[in-house]
């Protein structure tokens, strides 16, 4: 099962990649976030919800831009309500939110973590269930 759940994991963070590399903006909601995906190899470009002084409006604005915009919150009640309104306002400004990613990584990890920080940790732990002893002896 853990095996299964890694490659899932995996294969999320593999479109999450690809995304990015295309310059699909990726909203998140702060530099821990930030840090723990560009440690799993997503490098962004990323928009910060939390720690500036925009409202979520502007944030909503500046990354409406772009036809098409990533939301990856955390997946907590707050995580939660900030996916809910920048995707209707988003959405009002005519660009094309992405929730799916989320859905998928939060239907996955729901009962183990609650923020996109955990994520490195979380995956650490699955591999280590998947091969708990060390491969260098081989």
């Not at 002084?53 to 909503?60: F, G, K, V």
């Not at 995580?79 to 929730?99: I, N, T, V």
């Not at 989320?102 to 269930?129: A, C, F, H, N, V």
């Amino acid at each position: 099962m853990s095996l299964i759940k890694l490659q899932q994991i995996t294969d999320e963070l593999e479109e999450l990649k690809y995304q990015g590399e295309q310059g699909i903006p990726i909203l998140i909601e702060g530099r821990k976030d930030e840090e723990a995906l560009r440690e799993l190899g997503v490098n962004g470009p990323f928009i910060k919800v939390s720690g500036t002084r925009l409202s979520l409006s502007e944030i909503a604005l500046r990354a409406s831009r772009t036809s098409r915009v990533i939301i990856l919150t955390d997946f907590d009640r707050k995580g939660s309500e900030l996916a809910k309104r920048l995707y209707r306002d988003m959405q009002s400004l005519g660009a094309d939110p992405d929730l799916r990613i989320r859905r998928r990584l939060m239907g996955m990890t729901r009962r183990y973590i609650k923020d996109i920080q955990s994520l490195p940790s979380y995956i650490e732990r699955l591999k280590l269930e998947v091969c708990p002893y060390p491969l260098d002896n081989i």
